[in-house]
Each structure stands twice: as structure tokens, then as C-alpha cells.
């Protein structure tokens, strides 16, 4: 119990710390979790896979995981830092995309904004099974 | 005087590109007549001519170059007198005006060496396919001179070039983009074969036969720009990623998958006549990507929208001529396509069945990745943003990729026309049994996700499954376009198997290091000795001298730097790679932080390799299948001549 009181310690400062101290504007060159790994292997994997699908707001087509621009330098901080306090990758996510819009993420929720993006495969996959009884069928 | 030289040559090229449509139309039109055959008889010479004078263009730019003339705006806007020479003469195609200038000299040339070599076509349908060539590369000449025009002179000349972007000086770029164009400009050739045998509606085996060598090259090219361009991107960018699915890199992609399927189709064409209408429509589909491709590197529209709205000539002239190349195939193809009849028919269990399924998932997975990369563009100009990465490419195409690679596996192994599945029951369930054995290890290993977990197992079936169709042959007696199939299947596997690995088992270790400390990664230890400033050409950079051991075996000293450029002024970072049989160590030379550590990035990437080996074998596949076609042709054309000639003695 008191360990889930001092995450949710730890959550609460973080959310205040980080709504006083916009990340974009961070002024030091290389904040220290940018380039260092988290010293839990597991928290450092979610760290990882979870950076590796956002986008890198100054670059093009690069996630935070792997680009030296100094906006990804101080994302990586805050996504490690947000992970060690034991915060849920997903909603350090939605926070992001709160805060930058859908376009931080990479990998789209179904929303209205992006669901012909998994609409279009399902049509794909039945025009393809159309095309392929068209092809096959009705032949001999 | 050079610049100038070129720019007339261009304009001589162009009129020449006007002259072969109009005397191919007008051949066309008059028939069998004396004006006719005069028309005709001049078509072939006016393509080789066009040919010759634009690559006489290409060359003065490049002679430009080599002397960086800073009274050339394209040399001043992209050069520099301290650029190594072969970065100067690569330069000529490292931009808009020269890349476009690249595109349309190598349409041409593929255009006079149909005029000097292809024989076989009949002569309409050859009159037809030079002429749809000069219609395309017409609207390429008219972009040049009208809005490109890369031999505009400065008012003043510029004191000193502007330089190269740095990331591009390196010798694996300066080939890649030449080496996609090929692929590019070999699809718009099949694209000209396909409106010719539509306008002479002599859809057959001959024109699949002549058009198979233009498809086949092509693909080897985009296959080889693919793989190198992956490498450049891993090596180049020191974050270890070798595919990000941008949409750079997919406008490369798109093209390769159009002319995976093309390839497949035409050969069906060639060898039983069938699928005659699919072919066409699937040329035709190869060749707007490779134009859509084009517009979305060149026009600018990746970086934003609103960069395109602001400056959207270039890009709407290319938008137009993509509508235009296009939208008319596509009318044209809507006219004749009930003239071009089906073809020989086949079961469903049949060689061309297994080819049929996959030619139809690979123009899905092609939709999936067009969606992927136009969605954000289009949503961007509705007005609202969106990322599609990794997170949407990976799962949603490996729905078809999976199946398409089972298919794969099995197809080779049946029988032209009909086939019973009973009959390759043995090979399949072997496939299978080879698949387990695969998945089990590759979970022991370690396991991390279950696509890179299938990706291992579907690797191995195929690698195996590849080189099934050579079963009980005399290996001495088979033919060449066998063993390319048999390498290019093998080397998917290859591929696979490197890109499952590097997902599922890569380490990563970012640490800081003062000289003397030392770090692990994976099976490495790293012992960083040394860091001092070097300089080069153009650059200056910090190296750092690191000592690596694999397990317990001797040291072996790799120097990753962390390079500035001054023209113009840029970072890059030289990262260092170390490679084993089993994969590569990369190690990265970071900056300096507060305390005065130097930041280090090290990855051990078991079996990396694979990926661009799998590459290389899947070109070289296709370079045999080549090989093999041509001899096949040449050796048929000879006994046809023989038969000829005795019949005439007699």
C-alpha cells in the first residue's frame, strides 16, 4: 500500500512538475535521462518500445528513440522519467497527445480522425478475396 | 560556354522526343504505305539520336560540377571547391534540376537501345511503345526547361558554393539515387511496351517476352537502391534503424512491390499466355508509383503541406503530368480492355493460381502502404495531423505478407495449368515440420513479440521451401531463370530472418564514458581508450578509439566520430561497425555531457546483416533470371534464322 501511495506521490508531483516545465522549451542541451538508460531492464524495455512510437516533433519520419534533435533528447527524459515513477506507457501517450495532438503518436487510435486507416485494409482484404474468387472461381 | 552547350544539346533532345511521337503516330496512321514505311524506318534512328544528345547534356552538367562553375546557379546552390571530387561528380544528381535532368537521360537511353535492339516486337507495336516513350519523356523535358532548368546562369557569379547537405556525402548516397532511377525509368519502359500493345491490341506472349528483360532490370535496380538506401540509413543516421517507413522510403518501396507482382504476371504471360489484361493494368500501375514516387520527393510536399502550397509549381507540374500519363493509360486501358481477350485459362490448384493469389496480396500490402503514406498528407491538408509509423506498417501488412510468403513457399512447386494438392503434400508437410524446430529455438533464444517469433519460423520454411523446386533435377541442367528464382526466394528468407532477428534480439546500451572506462553490451565488452579531435577535407570531428572483445576473444579497435561539417553547417555522426558472422556491434560517439563524460551508444544486432545479404541475393536472383531470359531469346532468335535460311535454300 504505501508504495502505491509514494507512486502516486511521485505521479502527482511529476504531473505538476511537468505542466510548470514545458517540455519543447527545455533549455539544457542534454537533460540526463536522455541518454541514459533506466538501471530496470523491464521498465527501461517499456521505456524503449514505447518511444519508439513517438514521433519526433522536429524531425521527419523519426521516433524519439532514435533521432539527436534536442526535442527527442528531452522526450526520451520525460518518457524515462514518467516510466521509473512506474506511470502506464499508454498513459503517458495519451498525455502527450493531449498535450501535442494525435500526430506525436505513431501508432494511430482508432478514432475519427484515423479509422479509414484500418477501414482501408479490411475493404483490401475483401477486394483482394473478391478478386482472387473472380480470378480462380467459375473456372475450371 | 559548357552550360550553354548543354542547355542546347537538351532543347535538341526535346524537339527530337517531338519528332519520334510524331513521326511514330504518323507511321502508325499511314500503315503499310510508302510514306509509311519512310516514317517508320526513321522512328528508330530520331530514339537513339535523342538518346545520345541528352546524355551529352547530362555529361556537360557533370563537367560542370567537376569544375564547380559558380556562375552555374544548380553547381553554386550545391557545391563546393572543398568537396572531394567524387562527391563533386555526384553531386550533379544530389539535387532537384540534376536528379530530373538523371531521369530523363536514362528514359532516353532505354529508348534509343529499344531503337537499336529490340526485334522482335512487331513493328507497330514498336512503333507504338517509342512513341508512348517520347509522349512521357516529353512532359520530363518540358518540366526541365520550363521550371528546372539546371543550367541557369548566375547574374554574379557566387564567390563560393553553398555546399552538399553532409548526410548526402557518402558514397553509398551518391549511388542510390541513380541506382532507383534505373528501376524508375525501366518501369516507364514496360509502362510505353504496355500503351503500345494496347494501341496495336497485340497483347501475347511476344510482347511479354519483350518486355520481361525492361521489368526484370528494373526491379533488380529498385531492389538494389533499396537495399542500399536501407544501409545508408543504418549506418548514416547512428540510431541503428535500417527501415523507418518514411514516406521517402516508401515512395521506393511502392514501385518495387508494383514490379514484384509485374515481374510474376508477365512471366505468366510469357510462358502460357495468360493474364493478359492483369499485366497490362499491373505496368500501368508500376509505372504511377514510380511517378508518384517522384512527386513525392521532388515536390516537396513530405516536409508539409503547406511548404508544397507555397511553392507548388515544381509539384503541380508533376502532379499534372502523373495525372496526365495516368489517367490517360488508364482511359485507354478502359477502352481496349474488352478487345484484349483473357488468355489461356488454369485450375485454381495450378502454378499460375499460386501466382494469381500472390500478385493480388502484393497489390494489397502495395494499398496498405499507399494508404499509410498518403493519409497523413491528406488529412494534413483537411487540417488535422496524424503519424502512421511502424506501430501501423508492421502488423497491418504482415496480415499479407504472412500469407503471401506461405504461398510463396509452395507455389514454385506446382504444375503449370492444373495440379492436384495431393501431390505436393509431402513437400508441404515438410515445410511445416522444418517451420517448428525454428519457432522452439528461436524461443529459447529470447522472446520478444509475435511478429519477429513468426518472421523466424515463416524464414525458415521458405529458406527451405526455396530451393525445393530443385529436387530431383540434374542441378547442371538447370536452367538459368530457375536458379535466379531459387536465389531471390532464398534471399526473402535471408531478409527475413535478419529483420525477425534484429527486432527480437538487439541490445542497446547508452552509457558515459570517461576515457579508460569500460561498458558492456551483449556478448561485448567495450573499453573506450581514447578521445581526441581529428579533421578532414571538410569536417572537423571528435573520434573516440574503442577496444571491443566478443566473449574472451582478442580486442579489435573501432573509431566512431562525431563530425561537423562547415558548408553548410551540420552534425553527423560516423557511427563504427563491427562485424561478425553473427551480426554487427555499432557503436556511436555521442557529445560531452555536464560532468564531462562522453556519451556512448552501443548495439550488439545479432544476424543485422541478413537483411541487406538477403537483399543482395534477392538482386542477384534476379540478375541470373536476366542472364538466363536473354540467353534463352538469343539462342531462339538464332534457330529462327537457321530454320529461315534453310527454307529459303530450298
Given at each position: ?140 | ?210 518486355m520481361r528483360p525492361w521489368v526484370l532490370g528494373a526491379w533488380i ?313 581529428r579533421a578532414g577535407p571538410n569536417w572537423t570531428a571528435i573520434e ?73 541475393l534477392i538482386g542477384l536472383g534476379g540478375l541470373l533470371a536476366l ?24
Amino acid at each position: 500500500m504505501i508504495a502505491r501511495f509514494s507512486v502516486v506521490g511521485a505521479l502527482l508531483s511529476l504531473m505538476v512538475a511537468s505542466l510548470t516545465l514545458p517540455i519543447a522549451a527545455a533549455a539544457t542541451p542534454h537533460p540526463p535521462l536522455a541518454y541514459r538508460q533506466l538501471d530496470n531492464p523491464s521498465r527501461e524495455a517499456a521505456a524503449q518500445e514505447l518511444m519508439e512510437t513517438l514521433r519526433c516533433l522536429t524531425c521527419q519520419s523519426q521516433s524519439i528513440a532514435d533521432s539527436d534533435a534536442p526535442m527527442a533528447a528531452s522526450m526520451r527524459h520525460e518518457v524515462r522519467t514518467r516510466i521509473a515513477a512506474g506511470e502506464d506507457p499508454e498513459a503517458i501517450r495519451n498525455w502527450l497527445i493531449q498535450r501535442y495532438g494525435d500526430y506525436v503518436s505513431y501508432s494511430p487510435q482508432v478514432g475519427a480522425a484515423t479509422w479509414p486507416l484500418y477501414a482501408g485494409p479490411i475493404v483490401l482484404l475483401l477486394i483482394a478475396g473478391l478478386l482472387i474468387r473472380h480470378r480462380l472461381g467459375g473456372k475450371r | 560556354m559548357i552550360a550553354e552547350l548543354g542547355l542546347a544539346a537538351l532543347w535538341l533532345a526535346a524537339a527530337l522526343a517531338l519528332l519520334q511521337l510524331a513521326t511514330g503516330v504518323l507511321a502508325l496512321r499511314s500503315g503499310t504505305s510508302d510514306t509509311g514505311a519512310i516514317l517508320s524506318a526513321l522512328v528508330r534512328p530520331v530514339a537513339i539520336l535523342q538518346g545520345l544528345l541528352v546524355s551529352f547534356a547530362f555529361l556537360m552538367l557533370m563537367w560542370l560540377f567537376a569544375r564547380t562553375d559558380l556562375s552555374v546557379a544548380l553547381v553554386a546552390a550545391n557545391s563546393h571547391s572543398d568537396k572531394p571530387m567524387i562527391f563533386k561528380l555526384a553531386g550533379t544528381w544530389g539535387n532537384h534540376e540534376g536528379s530530373m535532368l538523371l531521369w530523363i537521360t536514362v528514359m532516353a537511353l532505354a529508348g534509343g537501345l529499344i531503337g537499336l535492339a529490340e526485334r522482335r516486337l512487331p513493328e507497330p507495336t514498336l512503333l507504338a511503345t517509342l512513341s508512348a516513350q517520347a509522349f512521357v519523356g516529353l512532359g520530363f523535358y518540358a518540366f526541365l526547361l520550363f521550371s528546372s532548368n539546371p543550367f541557369a546562369r548566375l547574374a554574379q557569379p557566387a564567390a563560393e558554393g553553398m555546399g552538399l547537405n553532409p548526410l548526402l556525402q557518402d558514397i553509398g548516397l551518391a549511388l542510390h539515387p541513380p541506382t532507383l532511377y534505373f528501376g524508375y525509368v525501366g518501369l516507364s519502359v514496360a509502362f510505353s511496351f504496355a500503351v503500345g500493345a494496347l494501341v496495336t491490341r497485340q497483347v501475347g506472349p511476344d510482347f511479354a517476352r519483350a518486355m520481361r528483360p525492361w521489368v526484370l532490370g528494373a526491379w533488380i535496380f529498385l531492389t538494389l537502391g533499396i537495399t542500399a538506401g536501407s544501409y545508408w540509413a543504418y549506418y548514416e543516421l547512428g540510431w541503428g534503424g535500417w527501415w523507418f517507413w518514411d514516406p521517402v522510403e516508401n515512395a521506393s518501396l511502392m514501385p518495387w512491390l508494383a514490379a514484384t507482382a509485374l515481374l510474376h504476371s508477365v512471366s505468366v504471360l510469357a510462358s502460357r499466355d495468360a493474364l493478359r489484361a492483369w499485366t497490362i493494368m499491373l505496368s500501368v500501375v508500376a509505372f504511377s508509383m514510380s511517378m508518384l514516387g517522384t512527386f513525392l520527393v521532388r515536390s516537396g510536399i513530405l516536409t508539409s503541406v503547406h511548404a508544397f502550397a507555397v511553392d507548388p509549381e515544381r509539384g503541380t507540374f508533376i502532379l499534372a503530368l502523373l495525372a496526365l500519363y495516368v489517367g490517360g493509360a488508364l482511359l485507354l486501358f478502359a477502352l481496349r480492355v474488352q478487345t484484349v481477350t483473357e488468355g489461356e485459362r488454369f485450375a485454381v490448384t495450378s502454378r499460375e493460381g499460386a501466382l494469381v493469389v500472390n500478385n493480388v496480396l502484393l497489390s494489397a500490402i502495395l494499398g496498405i502502404v499507399l494508404l499509410g503514406t498518403l493519409y497523413p498528407i491528406l488529412t494534413e491538408a483537411l487540417g488535422f495531423r496524424v503519424s502512421v509509423g511502424p506501430p501501423y506498417f508492421n502488423p497491418v501488412g504482415a496480415i499479407f505478407v504472412m500469407p503471401m510468403l506461405a504461398v510463396m513457399a509452395v507455389g514454385p512447386l506446382l504444375r503449370w495449368r492444373r495440379d492436384r494438392l495431393e501431390r505436393i503434400q509431402k513437400p508441404a508437410v515438410f515445410l511445416i515440420v522444418m517451420v517448428i524446430p525454428a519457432i522452439i529455438l528461436s524461443l529459447m533464444v529470447g522472446y520478444s513479440g509475435i511478429l519477429p517469433l513468426l518472421g523466424v519460423g515463416l524464414a525458415a520454411g521458405l529458406a527451405v521451401g526455396s530451393f525445393l523446386p530443385l529436387r530431383g533435377r540434374n542441378l547442371l541442367r538447370v536452367p538459368l531463370n530457375v536458379w535466379g528464382m531459387v536465389i531471390s526466394h532464398f534471399g526473402i528468407a535471408v531478409a527475413l530472418f535478419g529483420m525477425s532477428s534484429e527486432a527480437a534480439w538487439s541490445v542497446e546500451k547508452l552509457a558515459a564514458l570517461n576515457a579508460g572506462d569500460q561498458t558492456q553490451v551483449g556478448p561485448w565488452t567495450v573499453d573506450l581508450t581514447d578521445v581526441r579531435p581529428r579533421a578532414g577535407p571538410n569536417w572537423t570531428a571528435i573520434e573516440g578509439t574503442m577496444l571491443a572483445r566478443y566473449g574472451e576473444q582478442d580486442p579489435i579497435k573501432v573509431a566512431p566520430q562525431s563530425r561537423t561539417f562547415w558548408s553548410p553547417v551540420q552534425q553527423t555522426t560516423e557511427s563504427a561497425l563491427l562485424t561478425r558472422w553473427n551480426g554487427q556491434l555499432y557503436a556511436v560517439m555521442g557529445s560531452q555531457g555536464d560532468d564531462d563524460r562522453w556519451q556512448v551508444r552501443l548495439w550488439w544486432k545479432p544476424f543485422v546483416t541478413f537483411i541487406w545479404y538477403g537483399g543482395i541475393l534477392i538482386g542477384l536472383g534476379g540478375l541470373l533470371a536476366l542472364i538466363g531470359r536473354l540467353q534463352g531469346d538469343w539462342k531462339r532468335r538464332h534457330t529462327e534464322r537457321r530454320i529461315a535460311e534453310r527454307a529459303a535454300a530450298a
